[in-house]
Nanobody, 117 residues
Framework: QVQLVESGGGLVQAGGSLGLSCVASISIRRYHMGWYRQAPGKQRELVATIGSGFITNYADSVKGRFTIARDNSKNTIHLQMNSLKPEDTAVYYC????????????WGQGTQVTVSS
């Protein structure tokens, strides 16, 4: 089975930074990769994605503050989060979707990010 394992979550003060990592048990070269988040009482939302061609996409709420990156040689993606706000508090999930088919769709277990004011 495919496993995505996230790390790097934690508790930070507003204005601080955190870096998240996601390690996949498979080669990610042919996958679109992304980070999603879900806050209590809210729908899961896209945070950032990075395609197999390294094209990135960000939610308006995080643009300019967050940076997504991928390292295909290590089968990892990263999310660098700067200037964190309390509204960034959520469980963050790593996602991989096959570029050839959305049937190949995998999720990590999630990591908690809490930003205090």
């Amino acid at each position: 089975q495919v496993q995505l394992v996230e790390s790097g979550g934690g508790l930070v003060q507003a204005g601080g930074s955190l870096g998240l990592s996601c390690v996949a048990s498979i080669s990610i070269r042919r996958y679109h990769m992304g980070w999603y988040r879900q806050a209590p009482g809210k729908q899961r939302e896209l945070v950032a994605t990075i395609g197999s061609g390294f094209i990135t996409n960000y939610a308006d709420s995080v643009k300019g503050r967050f940076t997504i990156a991928r390292d295909n040689s290590k089968n990892t993606i990263h999310l660098q989060m700067n200037s964190l706000k309390p509204e960034d508090t959520a469980v963050y999930y790593c996602n991989a979707v096959g570029e050839w088919s959305k049937r190949y769709d995998y999720w990590g277990q999630g990591t908690q990010v809490t930003v205090s004011s």
